[in-house]
């Protein structure tokens, strides 16, 4: 029976929700993001208002859709399918009302369409099994071994420690610690076999006598109930409507058998225990952002680990032992183990050696053995890591080549249907920090891609996304090495800012947890702080990674420096953010000077010419070449405005102009900003300059006479485009299966909605 003031108490939560996100209350900015958090909470204390939550849910979704309130539909829709996952016993009804509204959006655009659709399909799976959107979920997040459903997920968190301060990391290593306690192997397994008996023999039985029953049982009995019942689940998803009957039947057979088995004198203490059964937070990793190779160590780890329990995940920042000879070591020295393509047998089965005969001396180490052997006398040929499906499957998303739009791309499908072997495996990596944070994921990402260009180890079995919390605090901390004192940055975190813009839900959630994180790290611990009521950050973060799976792509865009000394090779970079040339001071010596001469105005500036392909809102280019006399010039990649989102850089120029007065000839500073996606700039008076990468002091090159900036391509695309340049001498067009790859490097950011058009 429905409580009136549980009720009003969910609608009042709903529409301060709405409120929030139409920005109506600014005196509590402080708090944004914690109406969501606190809804959902609501739902943990007492699961059985969930169909009460989801039935006010529904009708301000039909309104909004009424109403044409299309800014509400995606939040509500998160809030929604979230609350479903966790409650049980939801009426059919709601299903339908959900699922027929998650139909209607198929008629809208982008990313509308994509979230519906996605969201019908685990609508009609969960209304068709009830439970199993739980079920695989704690499974493939926990890592638990079965081989019913061998998908396994882990968030690996990256912090910089020049970026967050000591305090900061400890505060998320403890509350990952304190979220480990609630959730190991044992556990979990337990809340996915209690789900499957809620969600099949619903109220015929007490959770919590059930809960005693098992905590009763060994763990080999538990791990035997997990398989049947993962096995249970798996055969009827895959019969659908047909096997649910079944599934029933499995499914009571295996609490029968429980019961038949369990003793009399079971103590049922558990009084304190939520009645509910909890959704435990999923495999978080944290790690300190030291090496270079870091990420791409820790996702081959990932992927050639055994399932293992969450209390063995690594939360030190230094690396275990470990040897990395076997694993592609270099670009080029990516050699595996091969077979052998000589032999100097026969090849007829009688010329072989025999069991009892002697091993040559050459082949007595272990090492060399399987390094080296004979597959009987056929060299089989496997899938080629150069083909379309291999060098598609970690490009961005995309299956070809950009169509030449402006406009930034969003939403990308996770469909992959060229794919040759199924990905089993998926790494979500989360960043911390500011925008210097990102062009080090950018480098990251793009030596990743290089890897996996050459030879093709982690993509071909490993789904990797990206998130990003921005994280600032007031006092940014520098590294002891800095040299070069960074100009007064306005926008420390402006990918953020602009995925705020397009993503309103993603300002609401994550973007409130830039100078939230740090003031919670500097706030003392309470005694209650390791119950699993308390750990908001990680819950924030988890519902991230669940629900923020609409990509956002931002264009890499690569640098080449030349430098005043000759000596030097020039240098090759990427950014995706911004990069700031600053002239150097230049004084002239007045040695030289007539005494009687007065000398005249010295103009600040250099000279510069700018070669550069104008971007016009028609998709075309335009030639041109301009000299003027600068102080100084910023590119931006992130557009300030989502009127104008088109994927090129903004320069801004600081201009000197001169001008004449009757006090005599002076000058004027300009700024004028071009786009363009192509530019190169030197200095007509061979004066060198400073550039800085994504506002960062640790990336500044100096001495600097002349720059290169374009889209940084795919080192796949680049490598078949290499290929076919040698043989057919033609680089006009593209040719084999460079025109099948997308050319340009896009780093995709995962949000809740992608972009709202």
Request: proline share 6%.
């Given at each position: ?29 402080s ?20 169909s ?26 998160h809030?929604?399918m ?5 409650a ?7 299903y ?15 990313p ?8 019908a ?14 079920q695989?979920?704690v499974?493939?997040e ?38 480990q ?9 337990l809340?996915?076999?209690?789900r499957a008996f ?15 029953l ?6 080999d ?8 019942v ?17 599934y029933?039947?499995?499914?009571r ?7 038949s ?24 990793s ?15 780890l ?11 995940d ?29 032999s ?55 299956g070809v ?9 969003s ?45 093709a ?15 600032v ?64 950050i ?10 923020g ?11 080449k ?49 700018l ?16 000299s003027?006399?600068s102080?100084?010039?910023?590119m931006?990649a ?20 001169k001008?004449s ?48 900036v ?6 796949s ?5 290499t290929?076919a340049k ?21 780093l ?10």
């Amino acid at each position: 029976m429905e409580n009136p003031e549980v009720e009003s108490d969910f609608l009042r939560s709903v529409h301060a929700l709405l409120r929030e996100l139409d920005g109506h209350h600014p005196a509590f900015q402080s708090e944004r993001g914690m109406l969501r958090w606190t809804l959902h909470k609501k739902i943990d204390r007492n699961p059985s208002n969930g169909s009460l939550l989801i039935r006010i849910l529904v009708k301000e979704l039909e309104r909004a859709e009424r109403c044409n309130y299309r800014q509400y539909i995606i939040p509500l829709l998160h809030t929604l399918m979230y609350t479903l996952i966790k409650a049980p016993f939801i009426p059919d009804s709601l299903y339908e009302r959900v699922y027929d509204f998650c139909k209607k959006l198929l008629t809208l655009p982008k990313p509308y369409c994509t979230i519906g659709l996605d969201y019908a399909r685990q609508l009609k799976l969960e209304r068709t099994i009830p439970g199993i959107l739980y079920q695989q979920m704690v499974s493939a997040e926990q890592c638990l071994k079965n081989d019913s459903f061998p998908y396994q997920e882990k968030v690996f968190m990256f912090a910089d420690p020049d970026l967050l301060s000591v305090a900061v990391c400890r505060a998320f290593i403890d509350e990952i610690k304190a979220a480990q306690t609630f959730q190991c192997a044992r556990s979990c397994m337990l809340y996915v076999i209690e789900r499957a008996f809620q969600s099949v023999l619903k109220e015929q039985y007490d959770v919590r006598d059930l809960h005693s029953l098992l905590q009763a049982k060994p763990l080999d009995v538990i791990e035997h109930c997990f398989q049947q019942v993962m096995a249970a689940i798996e055969h009827a998803g895959r019969a659908m409507n047909a096997g649910y009957s079944k599934y029933v039947e499995e499914v009571r057979k295996i609490y029968n058998t429980l019961l038949s088995t369990s003793e009399e004198d079971v103590q049922k203490d558990e009084a304190e225990r939520s009645p509910g059964i909890p959704l435990p937070n999923p495999r978080i990793s944290f790690h300190i952002w030291r090496d270079e190779d870091q990420l791409w160590k820790e996702l081959v780890l990932f992927l050639r680990s055994p399932s293992q329990s969450c209390e063995q995940d690594s939360l030190s920042p230094e690396l275990d032992s470990f040897e990395f000879q076997d694993l592609v070591p270099d670009f080029d020295c990516c050699e595996q183990t091969r077979f052998s393509v000589l032999s100097n047998d026969s090849g007829i089965e009688r010329d072989l050696p025999m069991p009892g005969d002697e091993i040559p001396s050459f082949c007595t180490t272990e090492a060399e053995h399987s390094r080296l052997q004979r597959k009987g006398c056929i060299k089989k040929k496997g899938a080629s890591v150069d083909s379309i499906p291999f060098l598609q499957s970690g490009c961005s998303g995309q299956g070809v080549k950009p169509t030449g739009k402006l406009h930034r791309k969003s939403g990308g499908s996770t469909m992959e249907p060229m794919a040759v072997m199924k990905r089993l495996h998926t790494a979500r990596v989360l960043v911390l920090g500011d925008d210097r944070v990102l062009g080090r994921l950018a480098q990251a990402y793009y030596s990743l891609r290089k890897r996996e260009s050459r030879r093709a180890f982690l993509t071909r079995r490993l789904k990797v996304e990206f998130y990003y919390v921005p994280v600032v605090e007031e006092q940014p901390i520098s590294s002891p090495a800095e040299e070069y004192a960074l100009p007064d940055q306005t926008e420390p975190c402006e990918l953020a800012a602009y995925l705020g813009r397009v993503d309103p839900w993603y300002e609401s959630n994550i973007n409130t947890l830039c100078h939230m994180i740090p003031k919670l790290a500097t706030m003392p611990s309470s005694p209650s702080k390791t119950a699993a009521s308390d750990l908001f950050i990680i819950d924030v973060i988890a519902y991230y990674v669940r629900l923020g799976l609409q990509p956002v792509f931002f264009q890499v865009y690569a640098v080449k420096l030349h430098f005043s000394n000759v000596t030097l090779e020039p240098i090759e970079d990427i950014f995706i953010i911004e990069l700031n040339i600053t002239l150097d001071d230049f004084n002239p010596s007045t040695d030289n000077l007539p005494v009687k001469k007065k000398p005249a105005t010295e103009v600040p500036g250099t000279d510069l010419t700018l070669l550069y392909k104008k971007v016009l809102l028609s998709n075309r280019e335009k030639d041109e070449t301009v000299s003027v006399r600068s102080t100084g010039l910023v590119m931006k990649a992130i557009p300030s405005n989502e009127i104008e989102d088109l994927v090129c850089l903004s320069v801004n120029i600081a201009e000197v102009v001169k001008t004449s007065n009757l006090s005599g000839r002076s000058y004027a500073m300009v700024t004028n900003t071009i786009r363009t996606r192509n530019i190169a700039l030197r200095s007509a008076e061979q004066r060198s300059f400073t550039v800085c990468l994504d506002k960062d002091s640790r990336r500044v090159y100096k001495n600097v006479i002349s720059i290169e900036v374009f889209p940084c391509l795919e080192p796949s695309y680049c490598l078949q485009k290499t290929k076919a340049k040698q043989a057919t001498l033609e680089e006009e067009e593209d040719v084999g299966l460079a025109k099948y790859l997308p050319k340009s490097l896009l780093l995709p950011i995962n949000t809740f909605a992608g972009i709202i058009q």
